[in-house]
């Protein structure tokens, strides 16, 4: 899978997407990230790649010909458009469900913007999709696109050691992760549960799936309503109601 990065920032990219997990898939061949300064493809000597808006207002605003030669660079070598993408706080929000999408295209270019936002007419011409990371505003749209890159080449095949760790983790099935545990078997007084230590691997299996709508259930209960139950588990989550009503009243 190919990302190529149009930014003003390509050395806090690279910093940051060229270590840990990441940077091995990239060292491997399973994913190429490749970050283009928009700042090389002006032509004026002081490199200026902004504006003052018109109509007036606050700030500065990208210029659209040096992001559009900068998308050219890579178009010019391909015989397809690349799925594009805008970091900015207006887009829709991104999600694992979005990760899962993106995961399947081959290429994508993400356009990071910065100052007080990038000219409207160089959008219309090059971005197919335009992704928030949530309800604030950042600087710029390096750190939204690095969320986005990492998310994604996680769920490329290949890039995680096992590939089951991510079908079990949070978000992926819908539910929160069940709380995970490692050595020693007792800790500051706490114990690990009997049943992960037990071997028998059904009921290991059920306490995670059980764990997974209780932990699911007390912090994020919303997503409870848009998976599938099974008639048991919808009893589990009752019991959990009753017990959390009979707690409030204590
Ligand atoms: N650029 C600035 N703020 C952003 C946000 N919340 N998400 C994506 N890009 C951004």
């Known amino acids: 899978m190919r990302f190529d990065i149009l930014t003003l920032f390509p050395d806090m990219m690279e910093a940051v997407l060229g270590d840990s997990i990441i940077g091995r898939a990239k060292k491997n061949g399973l994913i190429e990230i490749n970050c283009i300064q928009i700042r090389d493809f002006t032509h004026d000597k002081h490199r200026?790649?902004?504006?003052?808006?018109?109509?007036?207002?606050?700030g500065m605003v990208m210029q659209p010909q040096p992001i559009y030669e900068a998308y050219q660079s890579i178009c010019?070598?391909?015989?397809?458009?690349?799925?594009?993408?805008?970091?900015?706080?207006?887009?829709?929000?991104?999600?694992?469900?979005?990760?899962k999408r993106l995961a399947k295209k081959e290429h994508i270019v993400l356009l990071c913007g910065h100052y007080e936002g990038v000219d409207q007419r160089i959008l219309d011409e090059i971005v197919d999709a335009e992704i928030s990371i949530g309800d604030y505003v950042l600087t710029g749209g390096e750190i939204a696109c690095m969320a986005v890159v990492d998310a994604v080449s996680r769920l490329v095949p290949g890039v995680l050691k096992d590939e089951e760790s991510f079908s079990e983790e949070s978000h992926y099935s819908g539910l929160l992760e069940y709380p995970q545990?490692?050595?020693?078997?007792?800790?500051?007084?706490?114990?690990?549960?009997?049943?992960?230590?037990?071997?028998?691997?059904?009921?290991?299996c059920e306490w995670k799936r059980k764990m997974s709508i209780k932990t699911t259930f007390e912090k994020r209960r919303g997503m409870l309503s848009k998976i599938k139950l099974s008639e048991k588990e919808k009893n589990f989550v009752e019991e959990l109601k009753r017990e959390q009503n009979c707690k409030g009243k204590k």
């Open 48 to 58: 200026q790649v902004d504006d003052y808006p018109y109509g007036g207002g606050r």
């Open 76 to 99: 010019d070598k391909l015989d397809y458009k690349p799925y594009t993408i805008y970091l900015s706080p207006q887009g829709k929000t991104f999600r694992q469900s979005t990760a």
């Open 181 to 204: 545990y490692t050595r020693p078997e007792e800790w500051h007084g706490k114990k690990v549960p009997d049943v992960l230590l037990s071997g028998h691997h059904k009921n290991i």
